[in-house]
C-alpha cells in the first residue's frame, strides 16, 4: 500500500457501541496505528488492585500513580499491553478490574498520566493513529484530524457487551453499562462527552461491517482533504 497522508483518528463513546472492533479494523484496513486508551486505564487498575491501592483512598490512587511502567503496543492486528514488563492483556479484562476502572480512572493525576502517555503515542505515530476512548477529541487530541463519536441504544449495547462476555445476562449488563456511562459522564476530569466536531455515527441498526465501512469512508475524505 503506498503511503498516504498520515492523519490522527479519534474515536469515542460509551462502552458497547463497537469502538474496539471498528478502530482496529479501520487501523488494519487503512495502515495506521491503533491505540486502546481504556486498556491503558484497566491495566493502571489492574497495577492498582495488584499492589493492594485502596480504590476508594483517591489519595493513595493519586501517590501511586507514577509508578507503574506502561508499554501500549500500537499494531491493530495484536495490540499488546504491558505492566512493568508483565503481559496483562488478560488480567486486565476480568470482572474485578471492570467494576474498579471508573474509580480509578476518575483521579486527575491518573488521567494526567494516562493522557501523557496517549499525546506521546499519537505523535510518534509516523503513519498516522487511530485513537479510541471516552475523552480522545475533547482532551487528549482535541487537534485530531477527525474524530467520530460513536453511539447506540442502551439495549443494543447490552446485547453486543453480554454476548462478548459470553452467557452473561443481558439486564444486568444493561444496568452496568448505564452505571459506568454515568460514572464517566460525570466525572470532573475529562468526561465523556461528544465534541463539537465530532461527527455521531448511531450503530444501533448497523452491523460492525457497516460501522467500519462508515468509518473508513470518513477517514478516506478526510486524507484526501488535507
Request: aromatic share 2%; with cysteine.
Amino acid at each position: 500500500m503506498e503511503s498516504a497522508t498520515p492523519v490522527i483518528v479519534a474515536i469515542d463513546g460509551p462502552a458497547g457501541t463497537g469502538k474496539s472492533s471498528t478502530s482496529k479494523a479501520v487501523a488494519a484496513q487503512l495502515g495506521l496505528s491503533y491505540l486502546d486508551t481504556g486498556a491503558q486505564y484497566r491495566a493502571i487498575t489492574w497495577w492498582m488492585v495488584s499492589n493492594g491501592i485502596d480504590i476508594d483512598d483517591t489519595s493513595a490512587i493519586a501517590a501511586a500513580a507514577g509508578k507503574p511502567e506502561i508499554v501500549s503496543g500500537t499494531d491493530p492486528e495484536g495490540p499488546a499491553i504491558t505492566v512493568d514488563g508483565v503481559d496483562v492483556a488478560g488480567p486486565i479484562r476480568t470482572p474485578e478490574v471492570s467494576s474498579k476502572v471508573s474509580a480509578v480512572s476518575a483521579v486527575p493525576e491518573v488521567r494526567a498520566r494516562i493522557t501523557e502517555l496517549q499525546r506521546s503515542i499519537a505523535a510518534s505515530a509516523e503513519q498516522g493513529i487511530v485513537v479510541e476512548g471516552r475523552d480522545i477529541g475533547t482532551t487528549v487530541l482535541p487537534d485530531a484530524d477527525l474524530k467520530i463519536f460513536l453511539t447506540a441504544s442502551p439495549e443494543a449495547r447490552a446485547a453486543r457487551r453480554s454476548g462478548e462476555l459470553k452467557g452473561s445476562d443481558v439486564h444486568s449488563t444493561r444496568e452496568a453499562l448505564i452505571k459506568r456511562d454515568a460514572a464517566d459522564s460525570s466525572r470532573k476530569a475529562s468526561p465523556l462527552a461528544k465534541a463539537d466536531d465530532a461527527v455521531e455515527v448511531d450503530t444501533t441498526e448497523l452491523t460492525l461491517a457497516q460501522v467500519i465501512e462508515c468509518v473508513v469512508t470518513l477517514v478516506e475524505e478526510k486524507r484526501a482533504g488535507k
